[in-house]
């Protein structure tokens, strides 16, 4: 079952936007906008490491959509679970909290960085995920089963019909991706 590659992929793109966040801080470091130097440099290299993982996290998506043994999901309840992205702004923001000349210190960084994605990886807590939401539609519902067992379902359609059962690809012990709606 392919549930850390997703799991990891999701926990990478829903922390991606603190990069974005040092990006701009790297960018508007006080010097020059358009002169060269090593910040522009970091900034590049953050909005690179941004757009690779959410490629590779929408590409992953792509391919577990069609290669992963599928089922119906019978849904009893169904709850939109990506709009609690209040609690995530603050760790994108954290980054602004270091105002004036961007001076990193990077054994630190790693370390927050570390705990963050021990955290979210462990706790499941990647359902706000504004860079797969945003350009590729991706939606995240809390959805129960018959059983009355509670998944997360991932879906590139809007879903508020629970009465037909969903062709769904399980990703992760409870995680599903709704293969009829991965289309382009």
């Known amino acids: 079952m392919p549930s ?14 603190v990069l974005i966040t040092y990006a701009a801080l790297f960018v508007f470091d006080g010097g020059p906008l358009l002169e060269m130097n090593v910040n522009k440099l970091l900034a590049a290299a953050c909005l690179l490491v941004v757009a690779t993982c959410v490629y590779l996290c929408h590409r992953t998506l792509r391919f577990y959509s069609t290669k992963v043994g599928s089922g119906p999901l019978k849904i009893t309840s169904l709850r939109v679970a990506d709009r609690s992205t209040i609690t995530f702004v603050v760790v994108y923001v954290l980054p602004l909290l270091t105002v004036g000349n961007v001076r990193i210190q990077w054994e630190v960084l790693v370390i927050v960085f570390g705990l963050l994605i021990m955290l979210i990886y462990h706790s499941d807590a990647y359902l706000v995920n504004p860079l797969l939401a945003i350009p590729f539609k991706y939606h995240f519902y809390e959805v129960t089963n018959e ?4 998944y997360i379902l991932v879906s590139r359609r809007e879903i508020v019909n629970t009465r037909e059962p969903i062709e769904g690809r399980q990703v992760s012990g409870f995680m599903f991706l709704d293969a009829e709606g991965q289309g382009d």
């Open 4 to 17: 850390r590659l997703i799991r990891l992929m999701f926990t990478a793109t829903s922390l991606a936007p």
């Open 147 to 150: 059983e009355q067992v509670t």
